[in-house]
């Protein structure tokens, strides 16, 4: 009996969740200029991309990124896995030089469905 049920849980160890990795579950706490800025310095915000003069908008350096996004209708909050900042990072269009951790577009996500605050 012991054995079976070993052998039962040990199988489904597979099987659990980690939290933010479920794009249908409940969103975790993500800080938009602790969580998404280096996102974007290290992946967005250099020279002929988004930087503060972006050859394509929007702009995500720290000082301007936010209100890029929400002004430029770049987040969608009603239907958060329509923003295009989402949907360009899924979709591996960008960055250009390859995609972003599938972490870190979840991170992108999960802010977008807590309403994209400015935190």
Same mark, same amino acid.
């Given at each position: ?31 938009? +200029? ?6 974007? !310095? *290290? ?8 930087? @503060? &003069? $972006?050859?394509?908008?929007? +702009? ?6 936010? !209100? *890029? ?8 909050? @009603? &239907? $958060? ?39």
């Amino acid at each position: 009996m012991i054995i079976v049920i070993t052998v039962i849980i040990s199988g489904c160890y597979k099987d659990v969740i980690k939290p933010g990795s479920d794009p249908n579950g409940p969103p975790q706490f993500v800080s938009f +200029s602790g969580d998404l800025i280096p996102i974007f !310095n *290290a992946n967005c915000n250099t020279s002929g991309c988004h930087d @503060a &003069v $972006p050859a394509h908008a929007p +702009s995500l350096v720290p000082d301007k990124a936010y !209100n *890029a996004l929400l002004s430029g209708g770049f987040v969608n909050t @009603a &239907v $958060p896995n329509q923003s295009t900042i989402y949907v360009v990072c899924y979709t591996a269009q960008m960055p250009p030089t390859g995609a972003l951790k599938a972490s870190d577009t979840q991170k992108i996500l999960d802010w977008i469905r807590n309403g994209a605050p400015n935190n």
